[in-house]
């Protein structure tokens, strides 16, 4: 299994994903709507800091559920150990 989270950033005007960048990504253009980010990829980031919470979100239940699965057939037969799960 990959650890590896990604997530695209979009545009905060448009919600495209086509950006125009310099090399080091300090500053970033859409493509689609030509809005210029002057704060380049981390003020991109910023703006799309719930798209971002929202992958590791999903990211981080699903490691959760594999965990409690594990452990629920363990204890199985354990009647004084009960696993809730949202
Ligand atoms: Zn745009």
Redesign the pocket.
Known sequence: MSTKITVSLI?A??G?SDFDHNEDKSWVR?I??D?EYPGGIDELAELNQANIQDAVNEYGDSLVNDFAKKIESKFKKNKYIKFKRR
């Open positions: 545009c005007t448009c495209q859409c689609n709507c809005r």
